[in-house]
């Protein structure tokens, strides 16, 4: 009986062994369960969202930079063809004949077509007969409360270019003058191309320009205007004994005084004021 006792005592003691190891077992089991999910989860997931992030914030940025490089490129083009647009006056394709026919430089045309918006047309002059011909040049209509800014604008242009800009028609009435432009340096060619004289026969193309001559030995002046039967010239110096020139002024061209200020005086005055003299012979 003893002896039964000691086994049945010895099987349950072994029974508790058992059951305390498999409560190890499972508790070590659910800790290393845990231990790996967690890992393989917090792994996961670190994956996941540095990956998600990752991709996130590569898309972005390219489609940023695609953004940024497209506006900037849409804009420099615009930019660029805004300028090349805009600014640059065309040449009609009359325009673009008259410079052929007269040998005249192209740049020349786009100078005055940019300054005047106009269109251009073959200049026209007089020969010794006072009969209208074609002339050598070009010419473009201006609003006469432009002519004076205009021309100042083109004759600053078109010098350096060996080409001369002088007005060739006034017309108070219609409000509208015309400029025209010449090949060359020699001022006196605006004569020459206009054929300016005088009404009394003894005052010829050739006595004009030999006066002008004359008076550039006293004053330093420029050709700005010319026709048939006027000339105005601009003076850069005056000359010293001024009512001694314009007395001569008025036996050379009466008009001068007569249909302008009215006597040598107010001349003198209207010389020194603008710095201009207007010579006509109607």
Not at 79 to 85: A, F, G, I, P, W
Not at 111 to 129: N, W
Not at 185 to 204: A, F, K, N, V, W
Not at 247 to 262: H, L, N, R, T, Y
Request: net charge neutral.
């Amino acid at each position: 009986m003893k002896n039964i006792c000691l086994r049945l005592h010895s099987a349950l003691a072994l029974a508790g062994t058992a059951m305390l190891l498999m409560g190890a077992s499972s508790q070590v089991n659910t800790q290393v369960t845990s231990s790996m999910t967690s890992s393989v989860t917090s792994k996961t997931t670190t994956s996941l969202v540095s990956r998600t992030t990752g991709s996130l914030a590569s898309k972005m940025t390219n489609s940023i930079a695609s953004s940024v490089k497209s506006s900037v490129t849409s804009s420099a083009t615009t930019s660029v063809l805004s300028r090349s647009t805009g600014s640059q006056p065309e040449l009609s394709p009359g325009a673009e004949e008259i410079a052929k026919l007269i040998n005249f430089d192209r740049q020349v045309l786009l100078i005055v077509k940019a300054e005047t918006q106009e269109h251009i047309q073959r200049l026209i002059g007089y020969d010794e007969d006072d009969y209208q011909i074609i002339a050598p040049g070009i010419a473009v209509s201006v609003q006469k409360d432009r002519t004076d800014r205009v021309l100042a604008a083109l004759r600053k242009k078109l010098l350096p270019l060996k080409y001369m800009a002088f007005i060739v028609e006034m017309n108070t009435g219609l409000k509208v003058d015309k400029i025209g432009v010449i090949k060359g340096t020699d001022q006196y060619e605006i004569l020459r191309i206009m054929h300016t004289d005088g009404s009394d026969p003894t005052i010829s193309n050739q006595e004009v320009i030999a006066r002008l001559k004359a008076w550039a030995k006293i004053a330093t002046f420029d050709i700005i205007g010319a026709d048939s039967d006027w000339v105005e010239i601009e003076f850069k110096t005056l000359p010293k004994d001024l009512k001694a020139f314009v007395e001569e002024v008025k036996e050379f061209s009466p008009d001068a005084v007569e249909q302008g200020p009215g006597s040598i005086a107010e001349l003198i005055k209207e010389i020194q004021r603008t710095n201009r003299l207007f010579l006509s012979w109607e």
